[in-house]
């Protein structure tokens, strides 16, 4: 069965310490990894794409990781902020028919000062 | 350009009662996707478009649901009759090749603020 998981639930860290979100899958075949930024109330926003050939990937203090044999995934967030908080959701696309995008639950994170 | 556009945010209604939110995707973007999102399920893929034509709709729960997409800058999702069960944030994205839809692809979706239902 494709599925997606995400570690820990949630998170809280304080202001400029670094944090690493675990995904772990088990979808066949594998076309490529996504990890979404969703702040409270909004839309999730893009964050990383990764390819099967590709293995890190960076977007300003995130850095996504991908080892397709083991099919895991993280994401680390360097020198966090507070508007670092919000749910971060791990997506893996599948080319197999009618089960295209599997999502993870989602990793809250919630950054004081 | 405003992004995707959801009408309405919010949305009460009654058990029974016909729903109907609507979506604007990007300009020039050739997919649209519906989303639904609960605490329980997280983030569930309804029905792509691509070109207005439905291409996936094995996401959509029941036929209660529908959707439909009478040209490129407009789409709805239909719930007829509404369940509190249906309760949820519902969520329009757009991309412009597909957003790694069934493909090899690295394009990006972009998604609209949701529309919040609470059906009584």
């Known amino acids: 069965k494709n599925q997606v998981e995400q570690s820990p639930q949630s998170l809280i860290i304080l202001e400029g310490k670094n944090c690493t979100l675990q995904c772990n899958y088990t979808v066949s075949p594998f076309s490529n990894l996504r990890w979404y930024k969703q702040d409270t109330g909004r839309g999730p926003v893009s964050l990383t794409i990764m390819t099967f050939s590709e293995n890190t990937k960076s977007n300003g203090r995130y850095t996504a990781t991908l080892d397709a044999d083991t099919k895991q995934s993280s994401l680390h967030i360097t020198a966090s902020q507070l508007s670092d908080s919000a749910s971060y959701i791990c997506?893996?696309?599948?080319?197999?028919?009618?089960?295209?995008?599997?999502f993870g639950k989602g990793t809250t994170l919630s950054v004081s000062s | 350009d405003a992004g995707v556009i959801q009408s309405p945010r919010h949305e009460v209604t009654e058990m029974g009662q016909e729903v109907t939110l609507r979506c604007k995707p990007i300009?020039?973007?050739?997919?649209l996707f519906w989303y639904r999102q609960t605490m329980m399920r997280g983030l569930e893929l309804l029905i792509y478009f691509n070109n207005n034509v439905p291409i996936d709709d094995s996401g959509m729960p029941e036929d209660r649901f529908s959707a439909k997409m009478p040209n490129a800058s407009f789409s709805t999702l239909k719930i007829q009759p509404s369940e509190p069960r249906d309760s949820a944030v519902y969520f329009c994205a757009s991309s412009p090749r597909g957003g790694a839809v069934g493909h090899n692809s690295t394009d990006t979706q972009y998604f609209g603020p949701g529309t919040r239902l609470t059906v009584l």
């Open positions: 997506v893996v696309s599948t080319n197999q028919a009618g089960t295209a995008l599997i």
């Open positions: 300009s020039g973007h050739d997919y």
